[in-house]
């Protein structure tokens, strides 16, 4: 059985790790009971000379008590799990021969659970935020070969998502609505209405998104936000999960070149400085445990065929998740290759001026030990031509890259919107992503660049 096989026994929501616990749980009381009766009967039993030498010899108490209970409890063990995989053999293979399907008992618990998959499919787990995530996806769900899996960052703190964040005290379910929305099988009325905006001038609703307050209203109703994201996936019929990051309200915070330190998504993203580090901390500013991370979010990047980081904001977006020690530590022990999705152009206020290197660089740099493999990077030079003269951004093309060494493999691709230069092509990006996870060697034969672990950051740049 392979190793991921294994893992996904022990995924969150498949009813079989808890029952494990309690099996395993009852036997040792019924063990300790018996051991416990052997005992008292032993004590207060005087035993015939004739079978006293039996006695003692079957108790192995020729043995220093170490080794005879070691003895036992490796007998034991080895006979409990013996009996237990012949016994489930005897009693489950009879009604597989039954089920008209040639698929393993895992792949059928499974699809019980969490519904059919797609046979052969790649398992994609993209990680980020904003609408660089949304535009990943709503290209992904259309290539059936993809399971998708989107973890999202919650550490919005403006507008209609930064006002209920606040005053209901949960994640923030803006960047979730949208990659719900985004993996809805359909733009149906429904997902029309998830992504409606009030804008009636001095309403209390102004601003305000329909998704952001379904998604509220079923965190009050269910008592808790990871059922209410269950629900609204289900309600719009999403091809995919979302998995927030973290359940906890965080705030983001960067540490700038010029000594100032700000906190929330909102101000980082104006910053107009060149950023030294980023942190994450609670909303009443303790700091972040180990344990904050979404364990199904984990789960999904430890099946992963293919990562994927972003696109999207760098400081806002991709850079928050990776600011979790759990998320680098399951990726670095991933085999799946981890690809960073580059941006087309530059943001204003959060990386001005940078180049393609700085976007890989920096993400190297959070990544820390986990090993970044690859970055998509655009090559169509009609974002150039798309950015008007007085617009206070740049294009983000393969270029600039010689100087930067060779581990990580740059696969230069046209990735852009015919439509919108400015903007990534969410077929062009699902097709790139595709070949890579099917046919890696290809690929890479395909581009002509590689780079290795920067000895900078884009901040000295």
Known sequence: MDVRDWRRWLRPGMSVKRWFVLLGFGVILSSLALAMGLAWAYRSTSFPDAISGVVRKSTLQFLPHPYRE???????????????????????????????????????????????????????????????LSTLLRGLKNRKEFDITAIVTVADDGG????IRKE?????????????????EDESIVARLFDYRFDKEGSTLQGHSFGNLFITALSQVTGSFEEAVIESAKVLASRGRVFPSTLDTIDLCAEMEDGRTLCGESAIGHSYGRIRQMHLQHADGSPISESAVYEPALAALQSADLIVLGPGSLYTSVVPNLLFASIRRVIGLSTAPVVYVCNVATQPGETDHFE????????????????????LVNNNRA??????????????????????????????????????????????????????????????????????????????R
């Open 70 to 132: 070691g003895i036992l409890l490796a007998v034991g063990i080895l006979a409990f799990g013996y009996g237990l995989w012949r016994l489930s053999i005897s009693v489950i293979k009879p009604l597989m021969d039954l089920i008209d399907s040639d698929l393993p008992l895992i792949d059928l618990l499974h699809n019980n659970r969490f519904g059919v998959a797609e046979s052969k499919q790649i398992r994609v787990v993209a990680i980020g935020g904003g609408t660089g």
């Open 160 to 163: 209609s998502t930064g006002r």
């Open 356 to 375: 393609a290197a700085d976007h890989i660089s920096e993400v190297m740099k959070y990544l820390g030990d986990a090993t970044l493999s690859h970055a």
């Open 383 to 460: 974002v150039e031509d798309a950015i008007k003269t007085g617009v206070p951004v740049e294009a983000v093309i393969d270029e600039g890259l010689d100087e930067l060494g060779q581990a990580v493999k740059i696969l230069s691709r046209d990735l852009v919107s015919d439509a919108n230069p400015l903007r990534h092509d969410p077929v062009k990006l699902a097709n790139a992503l595709f070949e890579l996870a099917s046919n890696p060697q290809e690929a890479e034969n395909r581009t002509v660049r590689a780079v290795e672990q920067p000895s900078y950051s884009a901040a000295e």
């Open 168 to 184: 209901f005290d949960i994640p923030a379910p803006g960047d979730i609505r949208n990659c719900i929305v985004a993996l809805a």
